[in-house]
């Protein structure tokens, strides 16, 4: 017998069009195993759009309680639940509740691999923060891409349900390709620049030279524009600092309006932040200007990011960096020397709070063409 998904007050406050095609789409669902709980669960939330998509990702079949899967996978429930939060994922309010479905069972199974080979449990979770945060921010991503690539506002509730369950079934495993294959790249890309520096295993810290770059007034163009504006000029300030980023020198992290890059190598450090500076001013005047600072030092580097004294001088002089200005100190000056590069000396050493020693800053220029014909001419 039919389910009255009217008389079940599925379709209230609908009518016309809309109201057929959440009909259409109940009946879809039902058909396919989703109980009439759920799916009015999933009306009351304003989801039941998502629902295929959601049966797409994780299929219909038995599902375990937290404590099954901990025990299954022989871990302690409470280092579990350590690593799930970590990995930004939800834990069951009830432990009765199963939710748990055999891929998220072979996870956890994987964890007691990586103890067995001698990895401790606080780098785990060190590396599991990293991958859950790295993954959050590529879904996000990626159902951006989406909703612009196949969605008008036009569609139908039966429209978008369809065609996200669509896009996740056909594109999903090409998407887990790129991963795997990003995965061992970037392992091979960080080997051959030096990355892995064998020299500071002992101690954990290695040479590095940081810079932090970061538009001047963002703060007040976000009172001035709309969201969606200053959200572009922060994309497209991410595109173009990833793309002068080329080995040696990488792109740690961005934070809002502010780039963050290291290299094992000064030069192409100053190269990149002023190839970037120059890229931002062809952006044109409604594009903020860019400032930048650069140290170098000792670092610490965990969980992808770069901690120490260098990380901390560079974002200082940041700060204190006029518009349009690459400030650097003068360690990081002597490393490179003078060729190619003209220097300004600022009067006086500089004091930053919670830094010690006064700093010896020099304002990096590029020698252009027709200065450098004059002093070898």
């Known amino acids: 017998m039919a389910t009255d998904f009217d008389a079940e007050g599925l379709l209230d406050d609908l009518d016309g069009d809309a109201r057929d095609a959440r009909r259409k789409l109940l009946e879809e669902l039902h058909a396919d195993g989703v109980p009439l709980g759920e799916l009015r669960e999933a009306c009351d939330e304003g989801r039941l759009a998502l629902v295929p998509l959601e049966r797409a990702l994780a299929p219909p079949g038995k599902r ?85 690539s196949f969605f008008s506002p036009g569609d139908s509730e039966y429209e978008v349900a369809v065609r996200w369950a669509t896009a996740a079934k056909e594109l999903n ?126 670092g610490l580097s965990r969980g992808g990011d770069w901690f120490g004294a260098p990380v901390n001088l560079a974002s200082r002089i940041t700060d204190k960096t006029r518009p349009g200005a690459v400030l650097v100190t003068a360690d990081f000056k002597d490393m490179i020397g003078e060729d190619g590069f003209r220097w300004s000396k600022l009067r006086g050493r500089q004091k930053f709070k919670g830094i010690s020693g006064d700093q010896e800053l020099y304002r990096a220029r590029r020698i252009d063409s027709d200065e450098e014909s004059a002093s070898t001419g």
Do not use: N, W
């Open 64 to 148: 375990l309680t937290f404590s099954e899967m901990a025990e299954r996978a022989d871990l302690e429930p409470d280092f579990l639940a350590h690593l799930t939060r970590a990995l930004g994922l939800p834990l069951p309010d009830d432990d009765d509740d199963a939710i748990f479905t055999e891929r998220d069972l072979e996870a956890a199974q994987s964890v007691r691999g990586f103890r067995e080979a001698g990895i401790p449990d606080d780098a785990l979770l060190e590396v599991t923060r990293v991958l859950g945060h790295s993954l959050s921010q590529i879904v996000a991503a990626l159902r951006s891409m989406f909703t612009q």
């Open 173 to 298: 495993p090409v998407l887990e390709q790129v991963v795997r294959y990003l995965l061992r790249a970037q392992q091979v890309a960080q080997l051959r620049q030096g990355v892995f520096d064998l020299a500071g295993l002992a101690s954990g810290t290695t040479q590095i030279c940081v810079a932090f770059a970061d538009l001047a007034g963002f703060t007040r163009l976000g009172e001035q524009v709309a969201p969606d504006r200053l959200g572009g000029v922060a994309g497209r300030l991410t595109a173009l600092a990833t793309d002068v980023a080329q080995p040696p020198v990488r792109l740690v992290k961005m934070i809002g309006d502010a780039a963050m890059l290291v290299s094992s190598e000064a030069r192409p450090l100053l190269e990149a932040v002023l190839d970037l500076l120059a890229a931002v001013e062809a952006e044109g005047e409604e594009f903020p200007p860019l400032r930048a600072g650069i140290a170098c030092g000792e």
